[in-house]
C-alpha cells in the first residue's frame, strides 16, 4: 500500500499547491540550506526534549540531523513533481531509534518542532511565488508541510512499534529460555547453556540469588495470561527501588521471579544485606491479592534450582493474613507435617478415631489443651493461665486423653506424639 492510499488529505494538501503555479527548487540533502535547518533542528531539539539532552554527545544526535536533511530533500522531490512517494527512509530512522532505546514519545515530540523550522525554510527560501495569492499561496505550502510531517511521524510511529514488537518477542524467548535453564537446572558442561548464562551474566563472582513463585489469591485468575502479567510487571516494579537484578516469566501458570545482587564488592568489604530480606520487604507492596513464596539466599546459579523448589514450598503455606512467606522462616517440624501429611495419615494409631472424636465433642478443646501445655513448656499452671481455666480442669483434660489414647501428655515424647498425630490428623 502507498503512501497516496494512505493519506488522501496529504495527496489533496500536494494537489492544492498546483492552482498556484508553484515550482519547488530541487535541493540536494546536503546543500547549504537544507544543512542549516537540519543543525537548527538538531539544536531544537537538545534545548527541549530531555532523551536528546542525555544523548548529546552521542551517534543519536548525528542521526536525527542526517534524518532531516533527507526529510528536507524528500519534500523537495514531492514538491518538484507533485508525486507522492513512499516513506522507505523513516522506516530505516525508526528501526535505528528503536535498537538505540530511543523513546518513540521523545521522536514524536522531535518531529512537532522541525515542523515550524520546515514551513518557514518552505516559505522563505524553497519556494518563490509573486502572485496575487501569496499569502494563500504560503497558507497552502504550510499546510502540505504539516501533512508531510504528520505522514512521516506516523509512519515512524508504526514502523517503530513494529520494530520493537519483533525485538520484545525475541527479547521474551530469551528470557523464557534463561528463567527455564536457572530454574530447571543446567548442565554446567553444555558450552551453549554456559555461554548464555556468561553472556548475560549469571556466571559473574560474588553473585547470591534468591528465587520467588508468585500468584494471584483465586488460582484460577492465573489462567488469563493479562493477570498473569500485571503480576509480573508489579514485581519488577516493587523492586525498582533497590539493587537488585531481576529476571521474571511465567511457569506453570505462576510467575517466577530470579533475584540476584553482589555478595559483597570485593574480598575486603563486608557482606551486602541478606537479599532475601530485602526482597521480601518490597514484596508486601504486591498488595493483598498476590501470594508470594520466597527461597532462602541461593550462593550460587546451580543452586537456584533448589531455590525455586523452596519457593513453592513457601508458596503453600502463604495466606492472606501472610502473603509473603519466606522459606527461611518455615520450622522442620512444619515442613516434616506438611510433606508427610498424606502418608501418615494411613498410619494413624488405633487410637485416633476415639480420640477425634472425643476431641469434636468437646469442640476442639482436648487439643486446645496439648498446643497449651507445649506452649508453656509443659508446664499445667501456665497451660491453664493460657487457656484462662483452673488448672484442675487441664489435669482432668489431660487425665481424659490419656484414657483414650494410653498417652501421659506430661511426658515429653508422649505430647510429642500426641502433637503429630493431631497435626497428621488435621485436628
Not at 532505546?101 to 521523545?106: G, S, Y
Request: proline share 2%.
Amino acid at each position: 500500500m502507498n503512501v497516496a492510499s494512505r493519506d488522501t488529505v496529504l495527496v489533496e494538501s500536494l494537489l492544492a499547491l498546483s492552482k498556484f503555479g508553484l515550482k519547488a527548487v530541487a535541493i540536494a540533502s546536503q546543500s547549504e540550506p537544507a544543512t542549516r535547518v537540519a543543525r537548527l533542528a538538531r539544536e531544537t531539539v537538545v534545548a527541549k526534549v530531555e532523551a536528546y539532552q542525555a544523548n548529546a554527545r552521542s551517534d543519536v544526535l548525528a542521526d536525527f540531523e542526517s534524518h532531516v536533511c533527507l526529510l528536507i530533500s524528500e519534500l523537495s522531490s514531492w514538491l518538484s513533481d507533485a508525486r507522492v512517494r513512499e516513506l522507505d527512509f523513516v522506516h530505516v530512522y525508526a528501526r535505528k531509534c528503536a535498537s538505540q532505546r530511543l523513546p518513540i514519545e521523545a521522536t514524536l515530540q522531535a518531529y512537532r518542532f522541525t515542523l515550524p523550522l520546515l514551513i518557514r525554510w518552505l516559505c522563505d527560501e524553497l519556494v518563490t511565488y509573486k502572485g496575487r495569492d501569496r499569502v494563500q499561496a504560503r497558507a497552502a505550502l504550510a499546510e502540505f508541510a504539516a501533512q508531510y510531517t504528520s505522514t512521516a511521524s506516523i509512519t515512524f510511529a508504526a514502523a517503530y512499534s513494529a520494530h520493537v514488537a519483533i525485538f520484545a518477542e525475541a527479547e521474551g524467548d530469551r528470557r523464557a529460555e534463561l528463567l527455564g535453564i536457572l530454574v530447571g537446572g543446567f548442565n554446567e558442561a553444555d558450552a551453549r547453556v554456559a555461554r548464555l548464562l556468561k553472556q548475560s551474566g549469571y556466571l559473574e563472582q560474588r553473585l547470591r540469588f534468591c528465587v520467588a513463585v508468585a500468584q494471584a489469591t483465586d488460582p484460577l485468575e492465573m489462567e488469563n495470561t493479562a493477570r498473569a502479567q500485571r503480576i509480573s510487571d508489579a514485581i519488577v516494579e516493587c523492586v525498582a527501588s533497590v539493587p537488585v537484578r531481576v529476571l521474571v516469566g511465567v511457569r506453570r501458570n505462576l510467575v517466577t521471579a530470579v533475584f540476584s545482587d553482589i555478595r559483597r564488592v570485593s574480598g575486603w568489604t563486608a557482606p551486602q544485606a541478606n537479599i532475601t530480606e530485602r526482597v521480601k520487604e518490597c514484596l508486601l507492596g504486591l498488595g493483598p491479592s498476590v501470594l508470594v513464596g520466597l527461597s532462602g539466599e541461593q550462593a550460587s546459579p546451580a543452586a537456584i534450582s533448589l531455590g525455586w523448589h523452596e519457593a513453592m514450598l513457601a508458596l503453600e503455606f502463604a495466606t492472606v493474613a501472610e502473603r509473603v512467606k519466606a522459606f527461611s522462616s518455615l520450622s522442620i517440624r512444619r515442613l516434616l507435617v506438611h510433606r508427610g501429611v498424606e502418608f501418615a495419615q494411613s498410619a494413624l494409631p488405633t487410637w485416633f478415631a476415639a480420640f477425634r472424636d472425643a476431641n469434636a465433642k468437646s469442640r476442639g478443646d482436648l487439643v486446645k489443651t496439648l498446643r497449651a501445655l507445649a506452649d508453656a513448656e509443659m508446664n499445667v499452671q501456665g497451660a491453664a493461665r493460657r487457656l484462662t481455666l483452673h488448672a484442675n480442669t487441664v489435669y482432668a483434660r489431660l487425665q481424659r486423653i490419656e484414657e483414650l489414647t494410653g498417652l501421659n501428655a506430661q511426658r515429653y515424647h508422649d505430647l510429642t506424639e500426641l502433637l503429630l498425630v493431631a497435626d497428621c490428623g488435621r485436628l
